[in-house]
Nanobody, 120 residues
Framework: QVQLVESGGGLVQPGGSLRLSCAASGSIFSINAMGWYRQAPGKLRELVATISSGGTTTYANSVKGRSTISRDNAKNTVYLQMNGLKPEDTAVYYC??????????????WGQGTQVTVSS
């Protein structure tokens, strides 16, 4: 079983910055894609950014140019640096990781979510 634990959310003023972290632990053989998603009240969960094991990244248009996703493969950790935050970035941010467990079984796990609130 693979567990993900997020951290780094909080309250920030418009224009501010936050760095989210997500650490994976458990019976991990390899992690392929890692990503961040968010869900605002009354809305569907949406993709924010993803990163492959080789470092290829994708971003939602809404955050492109303001956010950077990165990962530390040795620590099984993914980060999301968000700059120029806007009130519409307010949401619960979830981490996802997909790969293979130590038992050669594929997995796709979600974190518990971390609240990001952008408000003055």
């Amino acid at each position: 079983q693979v567990q993900l634990v997020e951290s780094g959310g909080g309250l920030v003023q418009p224009g501010g910055s936050l760095r989210l972290s997500c650490a994976a632990s458990g019976s991990i053989f390899s992690i392929n894609a890692m990503g961040w998603y968010r869900q605002a009240p009354g809305k569907l969960r949406e993709l924010v950014a993803t990163i492959s094991s080789g470092g290829t990244t994708t971003y939602a248009n809404s955050v492109k140019g303001r956010s950077t996703i990165s990962r530390d493969n040795a620590k099984n950790t993914v980060y999301l640096q968000m700059n120029g935050l806007k009130p519409e970035d307010t949401a619960v941010y979830y981490c996802n990781a997909a790969g293979y467990s130590a038992y050669a079984k594929p997995f796709s796990s979600w974190g518990q979510g971390t609240q990001v609130t952008v408000s003055s």
